[in-house]
C-alpha cells in the first residue's frame, strides 16, 4: 500500500494515531523517499557544525599554516602555543613563539582566568535569584487570589514587548548614582527581573491541580512551605529550561557588562574577546589565540545544554498543558 492509494480523510487520521503515539513518521512511506527528507536537515547540520569545527582547530595551528593559501581544513602540526607557549619571552621577540591566551594581560591577576572566573560568578548568581524569584512571583499570580492579580500580570506580559535596549542609559544612570559602576552588583541586580521566566512559569503551573495546594493548606503547610516543598520540585523540568535560557543569555551578553565595565579586571567573557579582537585587528598571529578564547568561551554553555537537554524538551513540552 502507498500513501497516494489513502483518502485526505483516511490520511488525516493516519496523522493524528501517529501523533497521539508519538511516531511523526509515515509507516507506509519508503526508507528512500525518508532518506531525502531528511537530506535538508543534514546540510543544514553541516552548515552549522562547520563554523565551530573551523574555530577548533584554528586553536591549534600556528601562525604560518593560518597563512596558507587555501587554507587547511585540519592543522598539519598540532601546538598548544595559541593556549600556552612555554617558550614565550616577554623581554624577547621570537617570530615563532607565540603569546598563548594564559599568557596574555600580565598586569591583570590569574590574567585570562578572571574573565572566566567574572563571568561564571556572575552568570551563576543571576541564574540561580532570576529562577528563585521568577517561580515565587508566578507562584502567586498562579495559585493566589488577591486584588488587582490580573492587572499586575498583564503589567508583567505587557513589559515583554517593551525593547531591552530602551532601558540601557535609564538603567546606566541609576547604577550610576547607587555607585555601582564596575562592580558585580551592576552585574547582577538589573539582570534579576525576567519577566518571561514568570509567563512561561505561569504557564506551567496551571497544569498543577489547585486541589493539591489547598490540601497542603488544610494540613497547616505554610505559603513558603508549600512553595519550597510542593511547587519547587513539580517546577523542576520547567526550571531546567528557563535555567539553560537565562544562563545563555547572560554568558553571551555583552553591551551591558561592555557600558558598566570601566576596568579591564571586571569584564565578562564577550568584553574581554571584544577587547582581544580589537588589540590584534590586522594582526595574523592573534587569529589563533582569538579562536582558542572562543573555543573556552563556547564550551559552558554547550555542555550545559547535553547535561540538561531531556529536561528542557521536556519542560517546554509540558509548559503548554492545561
Do not use: C
Given at each position: 500500500m502507498s500513501t497516494t492509494s489513502l483518502t485526505k480523510k483516511q490520511q488525516k487520521a493516519l496523522d493524528r494515531a501517529?501523533?497521539?503515539?508519538?511516531?511523526?513518521?509515515?509507516?507506509?512511506?519508503?526508507?528512500s523517499q525518508k532518506k531525502w527528507r531528511r537530506l535538508p536537515l543534514y546540510l543544514?547540520?553541516?552548515?552549522?557544525?562547520?563554523?565551530?569545527?573551523w574555530m577548533i582547530t584554528s586553536s591549534f595551528k600556528s601562525v604560518k599554516e593560518l597563512q596558507e593559501v587555501p587554507p587547511t581544513l585540519y592543522p598539519k602540526n598540532w601546538i598548544l602555543g595559541n593556549y600556552y607557549d612555554k617558550n614565550f619571552d616577554p623581554k624577547q621577540y621570537q617570530q615563532d613563539v607565540l603569546q598563548g591566551l594564559f599568557q596574555r594581560y600580565p598586569d591583570i591577576e590569574f590574567g585570562f582566568l578572571r574573565f572566566m572566573?567574572?563571568?561564571v560568578f556572575v552568570n551563576i548568581s543571576i541564574t540561580l535569584l532570576t529562577l528563585f524569584i521568577g517561580s515565587l512571583a508566578a507562584y502567586v499570580v498562579s495559585k493566589h487570589r488577591f486584588r488587582g492579580k490580573r492587572a499586575i500580570y498583564l503589567t508583567i506580559i505587557g513589559s515583554m514587548m517593551v525593547p531591552w535596549q530602551v532601558g540601557l542609559i535609564p538603567g546606566f544612570l541609576l547604577v550610576d548614582d547607587l555607585g555601582w559602576l564596575n562592580t558585580y552588583w551592576a552585574y547582577i541586580i538589573p539582570a534579576l527581573p525576567k519577566a518571561f521566566i514568570v509567563f512561561f512559569l505561569v504557564q506551567y503551573l496551571s497544569s498543577i491541580p489547585d486541589e493539591l495546594i489547598e490540601a497542603a493548606r488544610i494540613d497547616g503547610a505554610r505559603e513558603f512551605t508549600i512553595y519550597w516543598r510542593i511547587v519547587l520540585p513539580l517546577l523542576k523540568p520547567a526550571l531546567v529550561a528557563m535555567m539553560i535560557f537565562t544562563a545563555i543569555g547572560e554568558w553571551n551578553n555583552f553591551l551591558w557588562p561592555l557600558i558598566i565595565v570601566q576596568t579591564q579586571d571586571m569584564a565578562n567573557l564577550p568584553v574581554a574577546l571584544a577587547f582581544l579582537r580589537n588589540a590584534g585587528a590586522g594582526n595574523i598571529g592573534t587569529q589563533g589565540v582569538i579562536m582558542a578564547a572562543s573555543l573556552i568561551t563556547s564550551i559552558p554553555t554547550i555542555t550545559l545544554f547535553f547535561l540538561t537537554q531531556k529536561h528542557f524538551i521536556r519542560g517546554i513540552a509540558?509548559?503548554?498543558?492545561?
Amino acid at each position: 500500500m502507498s500513501t497516494t492509494s489513502l483518502t485526505k480523510k483516511q490520511q488525516k487520521a493516519l496523522d493524528r494515531a501517529m501523533e497521539r503515539g508519538g511516531n511523526f513518521s509515515n509507516p507506509f512511506e519508503k526508507k528512500s523517499q525518508k532518506k531525502w527528507r531528511r537530506l535538508p536537515l543534514y546540510l543544514l547540520t553541516v552548515v552549522m557544525i562547520a563554523p565551530y569545527y573551523w574555530m577548533i582547530t584554528s586553536s591549534f595551528k600556528s601562525v604560518k599554516e593560518l597563512q596558507e593559501v587555501p587554507p587547511t581544513l585540519y592543522p598539519k602540526n598540532w601546538i598548544l602555543g595559541n593556549y600556552y607557549d612555554k617558550n614565550f619571552d616577554p623581554k624577547q621577540y621570537q617570530q615563532d613563539v607565540l603569546q598563548g591566551l594564559f599568557q596574555r594581560y600580565p598586569d591583570i591577576e590569574f590574567g585570562f582566568l578572571r574573565f572566566m572566573f567574572n563571568s561564571v560568578f556572575v552568570n551563576i548568581s543571576i541564574t540561580l535569584l532570576t529562577l528563585f524569584i521568577g517561580s515565587l512571583a508566578a507562584y502567586v499570580v498562579s495559585k493566589h487570589r488577591f486584588r488587582g492579580k490580573r492587572a499586575i500580570y498583564l503589567t508583567i506580559i505587557g513589559s515583554m514587548m517593551v525593547p531591552w535596549q530602551v532601558g540601557l542609559i535609564p538603567g546606566f544612570l541609576l547604577v550610576d548614582d547607587l555607585g555601582w559602576l564596575n562592580t558585580y552588583w551592576a552585574y547582577i541586580i538589573p539582570a534579576l527581573p525576567k519577566a518571561f521566566i514568570v509567563f512561561f512559569l505561569v504557564q506551567y503551573l496551571s497544569s498543577i491541580p489547585d486541589e493539591l495546594i489547598e490540601a497542603a493548606r488544610i494540613d497547616g503547610a505554610r505559603e513558603f512551605t508549600i512553595y519550597w516543598r510542593i511547587v519547587l520540585p513539580l517546577l523542576k523540568p520547567a526550571l531546567v529550561a528557563m535555567m539553560i535560557f537565562t544562563a545563555i543569555g547572560e554568558w553571551n551578553n555583552f553591551l551591558w557588562p561592555l557600558i558598566i565595565v570601566q576596568t579591564q579586571d571586571m569584564a565578562n567573557l564577550p568584553v574581554a574577546l571584544a577587547f582581544l579582537r580589537n588589540a590584534g585587528a590586522g594582526n595574523i598571529g592573534t587569529q589563533g589565540v582569538i579562536m582558542a578564547a572562543s573555543l573556552i568561551t563556547s564550551i559552558p554553555t554547550i555542555t550545559l545544554f547535553f547535561l540538561t537537554q531531556k529536561h528542557f524538551i521536556r519542560g517546554i513540552a509540558l509548559s503548554g498543558l492545561k
